[in-house]
């Protein structure tokens, strides 16, 4: 006769860092887990959930979330695993450009340059760009000139 112990054995997930430019739902497969309760570890608040060995979650903000799973077999032994999630969610750039409603008195049309600059927290930065108004930004600098009066 051979008697074997009673130890059932799976791993939750490797702790993982994700970014994302958006939320949108996290999935993966916790195969051998017979209950879960997903909860975000520093509120408790229940934040996914396990259906058919897959563990889904939609991170409602940057966080770690904590997932603590128990696998259970026919005798009633447990294990826990514990996978650990850190998300970061693309924050939106912010553009400083020319203070709004600057007046300039020229007796003469030239063109008018002023500094332009973006910063990005997520450092995933492309561009600046003119959605509505005059002028092009070039280098940082966003021109424009005034056109001529007709006479």
Request: net charge positive; aromatic share 8%.
């Amino acid at each position: 006769m051979t008697v074997k112990p009673n130890n059932p054995r799976w791993r939750a997930r490797r702790d993982q860092n994700l970014f994302q430019c958006a939320s949108t739902q996290v999935c993966w497969a916790a195969r051998g887990a017979t209950r879960t309760q997903p909860r975000e570890r520093d509120t408790g608040e229940r934040v996914g959930t396990y259906s058919a060995g897959q563990i889904c979650f939609t991170p409602s903000a940057d966080g770690i979330y904590t997932f603590i799973l128990q696998a259970t077999d026919q005798c009633g032994v447990s294990v826990r695993d514990t996978a650990v999630i850190t998300v970061n969610i693309n924050e939106p750039p912010v553009c400083s450009g020319p203070p709004a409603n600057n007046n300039y008195f020229q007796c003469t049309p030239t063109q008018v340059s002023l500094p332009v600059s973006a910063t990005d927290a997520d450092g995933n930065f492309m561009h600046c760009q003119i959605v509505s108004g005059p002028g092009s930004i070039v280098s940082g600098q966003w021109s424009t000139r005034r056109p001529r009066r007709r006479r």
